[in-house]
Structure formats: C-alpha cells, structure tokens
C-alpha cells in the first residue's frame, strides 16, 4: 500500500460497492420480518458509479423528482490492493482504511422500483448521493466493528448505532464480495446503515460521523432542473 496517497482515495476510486440491510433494527424500520432477513446466508450488494462522491464543501442535490430524500450513515472501508477472491482470513490485508459515508437514498423511488422489481442505481447512485468524509488510516480505528456512527440533521441526533451490530464483518464482507467483483486500490465498500434514516429536505444540514475520527457535515440542496 505504500507510495499511495489513500487520503485522496475519492480520485483512486474505480467503484463504491455497497451492502444494503446489514443491521437488524434498520431491516426492522423498513418494514422486513428482522428475524428473516437477519438469518439469511448472503449479504445485499448494490453498486453506486464514482460520480456520486461528494467532499467536505460540495452539496447533496435532490435528484430530479425526488420528493422523500433520506440519509443513511455507513462505515466506508477503503480498498488498499487489489482484492480477487480473498479468503475471510486473509481479507483485513486489503483495507487502507475508512471513512464515514452517507448512503443517500430517494425512497420514494427505490420503493417504487422495490415494487416493479427494478435495480436501485437511479434512487442510490444519483450525482451527489455518496457524500464521504476524512480517510482513517487503518491502525487510526484498530477494531472496526466496535465504532459509534452516528448522524444529525440540523444538530438533531437521528442515528446513533454501532458497528458491533453489523450482520456481516469487515472481512467477512470483502471475501464475499471479492469473490464476484475485483476490488482496486481507493474502492469503497458501504457496510450498510443502522436504524434512523428519516427524510431532509432542502436547506437541512446532514452531520456524520464514525466515533470522532471521520466527520462531515454537508448541506441539501433541491435540484433546479425540476420543482
Ligand atoms: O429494502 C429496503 O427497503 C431498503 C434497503 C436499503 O436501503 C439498503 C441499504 O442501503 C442499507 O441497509 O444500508
Ligand atoms: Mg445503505
């Protein structure tokens, strides 16, 4: 990993690979039977493209016809060597680090293609719908499954959980998924979100954090092409 600038992971990038319904009480508020989907073998992977990355200073934007926008905090894991079919036990090797990320989802649109039986890419991957934080170097946050991540909307606590609740490890997680898809240097996986997700709306300020080693604060904006 060395002669590698992973602060600047945002430009290594090639992709964000993301787990959806990793956290019991979030499976739970978005109406699944916790218990069912708890139990299941495999995690949920969806993809969001590179051009949803946002940094300190740039908005969240309303994607055009969005009217309930929602923000998910998840512990991003930043890929430090290329991963292809790495073992559970050797896969903590191939993390940089991480950093804190929200998840921006417009819900109405993904129940909508839920219904429909339609992909997420639009309601998940729009511009702007990975807002990302600092780089936490990989010995900075020695256990990453007993973190705080926690998220405010204006100054107001809405999700307040811990990575000691994640279904499915670090590890566990990048050998899953670096069975499928070959994972590069600056790569990002969402590890999922706990229960909290609620609705902004434009002008809101969304503040993020992992613990206090990432933290981010970013305003909403609503999209001008449309309302
Ligand atoms: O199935 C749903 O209603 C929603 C699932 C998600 O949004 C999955 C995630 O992105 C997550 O759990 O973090
Ligand atoms: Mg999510």
Same mark, same amino acid.
């Given at each position: 990993?060395?002669?590698?600038?992973? +602060?600047?992971?945002?430009?290594?990038?090639?992709?964000?690979?993301?787990?959806?319904?990793? !956290?019991?009480?979030?499976?739970?508020? #978005?109406?699944?039977?916790?218990? &069912?989907?708890?139990?299941?073998?495999?995690? $949920?992977?969806? #993809?969001?493209?590179?051009?949803?990355?946002?940094?300190?200073? %740039?908005?969240?934007?309303?994607?055009?016809?969005?009217?309930?926008?929602?923000?998910?905090?998840?512990?991003?894991?930043?890929?430090?060597?290329?991963?292809?079919?790495?073992? @559970?036990?050797?896969? #903590?090797?191939? =993390?940089?680090?991480?950093?804190?990320?929200?998840?921006?989802? *417009?819900?109405?649109?993904? +129940?909508?293609?839920?219904?429909?039986?339609?992909?997420?890419?639009?309601?998940?991957?729009?511009? &702007?719908?990975?807002?990302?934080?600092?780089?936490?170097? *990989?010995?900075?946050?020695?256990?990453?499954?007993?973190?705080?991540?926690?998220?405010? =909307?204006?100054?107001?606590?809405?999700?307040?959980?811990? &990575?000691?609740? #994640?279904?499915?490890? $670090?590890?566990?997680?990048?050998? !899953?998924?670096?069975?499928?898809?070959?994972?590069?240097?600056?790569? =990002?996986?969402?590890?999922?979100?706990?229960?909290? =997700?609620?609705?902004?709306?434009?002008?809101?300020?969304?503040?993020?954090?992992?613990?206090?080693?990432? %933290?981010?604060?970013? @305003?909403?904006?609503?999209?001008?092409?449309?309302?």
């Amino acid at each position: 990993m060395a002669g590698r600038n992973f +602060e600047k992971f945002v430009d290594l990038a090639s992709k964000i690979v993301a787990v959806g319904k990793n !956290y019991a009480d979030h499976i739970k508020e #978005m109406g699944y039977a916790a218990a &069912t989907a708890a139990t299941k073998a495999e995690p $949920v992977i969806f #993809m969001k493209p590179t051009s949803a990355f946002i940094t300190q200073g %740039q908005k969240i934007v309303f994607p055009p016809g969005c009217k309930n926008l929602h923000h998910e905090v998840e512990l991003g894991i930043v890929i430090g060597k290329q991963a292809r079919r790495v073992p @559970e036990n050797e896969a #903590m090797q191939y =993390v940089a680090g991480y950093t804190v990320a929200l998840d921006m989802t *417009a819900r109405d649109q993904q +129940e909508k293609a839920k219904k429909e039986g339609l992909p997420w890419t639009l309601p998940k991957g729009f511009d &702007t719908s990975c807002p990302v934080g600092p780089f936490i170097r *990989a010995d900075q946050l020695v256990d990453p499954h007993n973190v705080q991540i926690w998220c405010k =909307v204006n100054g107001k606590l809405r999700q307040d959980g811990t &990575t000691k609740d #994640m279904i499915f490890s $670090v590890p566990y997680l990048i050998s !899953y998924i670096s069975r499928y898809i070959t994972l590069f240097p600056g790569d =990002v996986i969402l590890t999922g979100t706990p229960a909290g =997700v609620s609705a902004v709306v434009a002008g809101d300020v969304i503040e993020a954090g992992v613990g206090d080693l990432s %933290q981010i604060s970013f @305003e909403v904006a609503r999209n001008d092409e449309q309302q």
